[in-house]
């Protein structure tokens, strides 16, 4: 999973020099085994429907400015989209979004994006809102906020 977190940045040459994610647990550790991802940690336990697991690529220029965008995620079974003979009844795994926080859209240059991009910053936003909005927590104002917060990005 790591390598696929990486691929983008692998290909411009770059990289980032943190782990993509980490076990997260009841201890209250920043980084809670048994599992993690990331190159540089010998992970030895694989994931596991019920585990749950940071998931935060990100990308630092020294002396100039970084960026993260971390969620955390819970591991669960998921159907395949195909089944076939190679496709295990209950063998595939997944991840679910335990987090909904707007991605900061003023940092976006949605000039760089592509299309595919795009489409799934919408999608996740219009997740967040979907699930967050109708909270009987939410002030007029933080809903309004957050309204403002999940529109679709102009392209």
Do not use: C
Not at 42 to 66: H, I, T
């Amino acid at each position: 999973l790591d390598v696929l977190a990486r691929t983008a940045l692998w290909e411009a040459g770059l990289d980032y020099g943190h782990g993509t994610g980490h076990g997260v647990g009841a201890a209250l550790n920043v980084h809670e085994g048994p599992i993690s991802i990331s190159p540089r940690f010998k992970n030895l336990s694989p994931l596991k429907k019920g585990m749950v697991v940071s998931n935060e690529p990100g990308f630092y220029k020294r002396d100039a400015f970084g960026i993260r965008i971390e969620n955390l995620l819970s591991i669960v079974r998921v159907k395949p989209e195909h089944e076939g003979e190679t496709a295990k009844e209950g063998a595939w795994l997944g991840f679910e979004r335990l987090t909904h926080i707007p991605i900061q859209k003023s940092l976006i240059d949605v000039s760089l994006l592509t299309p595919k991009e795009v489409e799934w910053i919408d999608r996740y936003h219009s997740e967040v809102w979907e699930l967050v909005s109708p909270s009987e927590t939410l002030t007029e104002r933080s809903r309004a906020w957050l309204r403002e917060a999940t529109t679709p990005l102009a392209k």
